[in-house]
């Protein structure tokens, strides 16, 4: 069974600072993937990035990076130079049996300060 | 616009009167999915299903039940609602495997 654990529920952040938000999976699959979305306060579900276990660089979305290490378990999103606009609730999220099923861990809170 | 369409945005009920939640999609994807959202414990899969006629639980099955008898709508049925499932819903659909999810933009479902 799949298992996402995002250990940080609450973080704030000077603006123009970078940011990491961990994420930690255990999947018993040899092929997966992560996900990671973001929820603002008007609650909609913005797709950010993915990345494949597969998938020999990092992969990479504007200001989005995802810093995966395999060994370690861990796919944590790197946002470059914040802005206010990212304050937001983040989810990463492993699929199960393709994209059948996908667990979500339980999200970090995002705060960007001014 | 590609997108997908849930309705009510807000739906206020009393226990045990039956309410739908419709679902809809315009990409001609496979696969839909719902899923509600509770403080603390992110998103949880009610039910997902592959394709047309074919629907599987997902992790919260329980008092809920779905149908897809065309490609493009998936919606979400209470038969008989109670406070456990207030909460927020989405409904979500990808065109396959490792594809990203296009979620809709929410259901905020009181049941008193």
């Known amino acids: 069974a799949q298992k996402i654990t995002q250990t940080q529920p609450g973080m704030f952040v000077q603006e123009k600072e970078a940011v990491t938000l961990d994420c930690t999976y255990d999947t018993s699959d040899q092929s997966y993937g992560l996900f990671w979305y973001k929820q603002p306060s008007s609650g909609e579900m913005i797709f950010l990035i993915y990345q494949g276990s597969y998938d020999e660089q990092n992969a990479t979305e504007g200001r989005y990076s995802l810093n995966f290490q395999k060994a370690r378990k861990s796919a944590n999103l790197v946002i470059s130079a914040s802005q206010l606009g990212d304050s937001a609730m983040y989810f990463c999220a492993i699929p199960r049996l393709g994209n059948e099923k996908l667990t979500f861990g339980t999200g970090t809170r995002l705060t960007i300060i001014p | 616009e590609a997108q997908v369409t849930q309705n009510p945005r807000y739906l206020i009920t009393v226990t045990g009167k039956k309410l739908t939640v419709t679902c809809s999609q315009n990409m001609n994807h496979e696969y839909m999915s719902w899923y509600r959202q509770d403080p603390g414990l992110g998103l949880r899969q009610i039910y997902y299903?592959?394709?047309?006629?074919?629907?599987d639980k997902g992790d919260v099955p329980e008092g809920y039940k779905v149908s897809r008898k065309e490609k493009r709508n998936f919606p979400l049925i209470l038969e008989s609602p109670s406070p456990n499932q207030t909460s927020l819903y989405f409904c979500?659909?990808?065109?396959?495997?490792?594809?990203?999810?296009?979620f809709g933009n929410g259901t905020r479902l009181t049941v008193t």
């Open positions: 299903s592959m394709n047309v006629e074919v629907t």
């Open positions: 979500a659909s990808s065109p396959g495997d490792y594809s990203p999810l296009h």
